[in-house]
């Protein structure tokens, strides 16, 4: 069931050749309601005026883009990308490693991973006996970055092989350490930026994304 590693077999190479992005073969409604739920919970969390809540989805939303754009050039230099979704697994392909479900998942993960840190976010873990602790944003940051990178685990070992790991050096491990603890590292402290650090941050990080997209869509880059 699960798959910790990737196994350079030929047919996950053929899975990956296989792949349409944004092709609208498997398309369905369900793009739009997963859409609708998205808006909801961003402009709920607007209404209330929680702004940290807000910028928690938007810092690691936009870096989980900056990573997809590099794992899609990866794949266009290097023949196969580090990680791939397969034509069966979804409704829609953006880029050749993340697909509109998956995409809009990481939309919501920043703001859950958010929620789930104390009130008081200057709590410490394991504080006790003149020990400082562990600050509460880091740990929640690894703990959220060990449970995706589970599930990853789980998605990569599905029979419609939702996941697809090619290089046998790629899995797990390298996917907690490299991908997931900055996510959620970049959703648990950008909150905390003093307000001007906080927005030139995020504007940099998605005029970024942006330029990106723009630039490299047209060039059949990614």
């Given at each position: ?27 369905n409604w369900t793009f739009i309601f997963i859409l609708a739920v998205v808006f909801y919970v961003y402009w709920s969390e607007i209404h ?79 504080a006790k006996n003149g020990k400082r602790g562990i600050d509460c944003r880091l740990v929640v940051a690894l703990e959220m970055a060990l ?76």
């Amino acid at each position: 069931m699960f798959v910790f590693w990737g196994d350079g077999s030929q047919e996950a190479k053929a899975l990956v050749d296989a792949i349409r992005v944004r092709s609208t073969e498997n398309f369905n409604w369900t793009f739009i309601f997963i859409l609708a739920v998205v808006f909801y919970v961003y402009w709920s969390e607007i209404h209330r005026k929680n702004t940290e809540a807000v910028c928690a989805g938007l810092a690691l939303y936009g870096v989980h883009w900056l990573y997809e754009i590099g794992n899609a050039v990866i794949a266009h230099v290097f023949g196969y990308p580090l990680w791939s979704v397969s034509n069966a697994s979804t409704t829609f392909i953006l880029l050749i490693g993340v697909c509109w479900e998956l995409s809009m998942m990481f939309s919501l993960a920043g703001i859950i991973s958010f929620k789930m840190m104390p009130q008081d976010r200057t709590t410490r873990y394991f504080a006790k006996n003149g020990k400082r602790g562990i600050d509460c944003r880091l740990v929640v940051a690894l703990e959220m970055a060990l449970l995706f990178a589970l599930f990853e685990s789980f998605l990569a070992g599905t029979s419609n092989h939702s996941f697809i790991w090619v290089y046998k050096w790629w899995g797990v491990l390298p996917v907690f350490v490299t991908t997931y603890i900055p996510f959620f590292l970049a959703s648990n402290y950008v909150p905390d930026m003093e307000p001007k650090k906080r927005r030139n941050f995020l504007l940099g990080l998605w005029g970024l994304v942006a330029l990106l997209l723009v630039v490299l869509i047209p060039l059949g880059v990614i």
